[in-house]
């Protein structure tokens, strides 16, 4: 533990003289991590949230305005209703996201605009069986 500040000794002499004589004794010598570069995002203003962000990015955690994560959800759902099983499960998957996209295109969240219209289910199955077909065209060429 440290020594108390003396009476009538400025604080900044104080604290200097105890850095001095750490110096001296070598207790800053062979620290971890001299040497190397600090963490990134070490260069920014004290932000009183620094470590939900730390703990976020280390459980890959994102957080995004509403219109934002509707957009990647609507861009997983093409993709997933394209790799749908049926045809049945591909038009469910587009008729969802579709009634999420029209309500938020009517009942606007703060943040950046949607800039999406839902999607045309018949467009997305023509392409469903578009897929569909060239990969079994696909797996029977290189069956051959």
Request: charged letters at 30%; proline letters at 10%.
């Amino acid at each position: 533990m440290t020594e108390r500040k003396p009476p009538g000794v400025p604080f900044e002499s104080w604290v200097d003289k105890q850095i001095r004589d750490a110096e001296r004794r070598g207790e800053f010598a062979q620290l971890p991590g001299a040497g190397k570069p600090l963490p990134a995002g070490t260069d920014t203003t004290y932000d009183e949230l620094w470590w939900i962000r730390q703990k976020m990015a280390r459980e890959g955690l994102s957080v995004l305005p509403p219109t934002l994560a509707l957009r990647k959800e609507a861009e997983d759902a093409l993709a997933a209703a394209y790799a749908a099983p049926s045809e049945r499960i591909a038009r469910k998957i587009v008729t969802d996201v579709n009634v999420k996209i029209r309500d938020m295109m009517f009942k606007p969240p703060p943040g950046p605009p949607l800039g999406m219209k839902p999607y045309d289910v018949e467009e997305v199955v023509r392409e469903w069986h578009r897929r569909r077909t060239a990969a079994k065209e696909s797996a029977g060429e290189s069956a051959v």
